[in-house]
């Protein structure tokens, strides 16, 4: 039988963290065989927010390298860059067309950047949903893995599907979100309330994939735990769950496990083995970032195989979203 198809998406704004790990990555490399998967670097939602243009052709690059570095293969899935491929774009023009804004007020992340950003919110942050919706929907796309905080936007995607297919036949497959049980948003370091994120401002917040041993150590240290200095998990004390989870995710051991080992020991003793244990996975990985973005044109000809091959896929698609729609 045919496998079925995943797609994914991960923004170029650089500081990859260990949430985008825990939540995204390290489940699309361990999905991966079992399926035929599509991985973008989607940098032309990065532009929906300013950007140096510089830092952002750097953080293009840091990104695609990462997720060849986490594990993912050539062999199962395309990795590209979604600038390179027009179709991403097109689509999205299309299905803004027939997408009532009402839907995308109701967004509730834009909801959150726009407030940030007042009086400069683009007309393409609005629209981010939609373009989201293009990539997903240009590969019949069966299943998406994401963090929490996409469950929305791959809902919406589903609806905007369901209304095209309606007005003009079947075209579009319906896609499901997958988002893990565990991991799918792992929490700030210093403000375990808020989701561990990418922003320079709360460098203290979240562990970057590419934080050296010291940087690891320190941040942990200082991570927010409470006054209770009982090791256990429990929802409603955010500091240590978070750290526990993680724990957890890292090392694979069952909740109850885990408090065990810790029992009797002190929030110091959690904080080095944690920080030993994200600096353990994390290594490997690093050293084979260093390796494929230091060979001259290694990673650029692995993008443009990417690109190459999600082409394919696309054109086809978007012929016949024009062919319906009847501008062909
Ligand atoms: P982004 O970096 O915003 O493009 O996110 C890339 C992927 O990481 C998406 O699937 C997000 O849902 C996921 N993600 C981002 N932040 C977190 C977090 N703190 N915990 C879990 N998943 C996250
Ligand atoms: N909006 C997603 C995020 O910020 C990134 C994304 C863009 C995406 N297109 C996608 C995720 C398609 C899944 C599928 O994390």
């Known amino acids: ?62 990104v695609a390298g990462l997720l060849f570095a986490a594990g993912i293969e050539e062999e199962d899935s395309v990795v590209f860059i979604q600038s390179h491929v027009r179709a991403h774009s097109e689509l999205a023009w299309l ?12 967004m509730t992340q834009f909801k959150e950047k726009s407030e940030q950003q007042k009086e400069e919110v683009s007309v393409g942050l609005f629209d981010y949903p ?23 936007h791959v809902e919406l995607c589903r609806d905007i599907a369901q209304r095209f297919n309606y007005r003009y036949g079947d075209v579009f497959v319906l896609p499901d979100a997958y988002i893990p049980p565990i991991g799918g948003r792992v929490m700030g370091l210093v403000n375990p309330e808020k989701k561990m994120s990418k922003s320079e401002e709360k460098r203290d917040d979240s562990i970057f994939l590419l934080d050296t041993p010291d940087q690891i150590r320190s941040k942990v240290k200082k991570a927010t735990t409470d006054s209770l200095r009982e090791i256990r998990f429990d929802e409603k004390r955010y500091g240590i769950n978070n750290l526990l989870t993680v724990y957890q995710l ?18 110091k003793d959690l904080k080095e083995q944690l920080a030993e244990t994200v600096i353990e996975t994390l290594q490997p990985l690093q050293e084979r970032y260093r390796e494929l973005t230091g060979e001259d044109g290694y990673l650029d000809d692995m993008l443009a195989r990417g690109a190459e091959r999600a082409e394919a896929h696309a054109e086809n698609k978007l012929q016949q979203v024009y062919n319906k729609i009847g501008l062909r």
């Open 1 to 62: 039988m045919d496998k079925k198809r995943v797609f994914s998406g991960i923004q170029a704004s650089g500081n990859l963290h260990l949430g985008n790990y825990l939540g995204a990555i390290r489940n699309w490399v361990k999905m991966q065989n079992q399926y035929h998967n599509y991985f973008c670097v989607v940098d032309l939602h990065t532009v929906t927010v300013p950007q140096d243009p510089s830092v952002l052709r750097t953080n293009i690059r840091e």
């Open 95 to 106: 299905l803004n067309c027939i997408t009532p804004m009402g839907w995308l007020h109701r």
């Open 130 to 152: 939609v373009l989201q919706a293009a990539d997903i929907l240009l590969y019949d796309t069966h299943l998406v893995p994401v963090g929490e905080d996409q469950k929305q």
């Open 250 to 267: 890292l090392t694979g051991k069952e909740p109850a496990e885990i408090e065990n080992h810790f029992t009797g020991k002190s929030y």
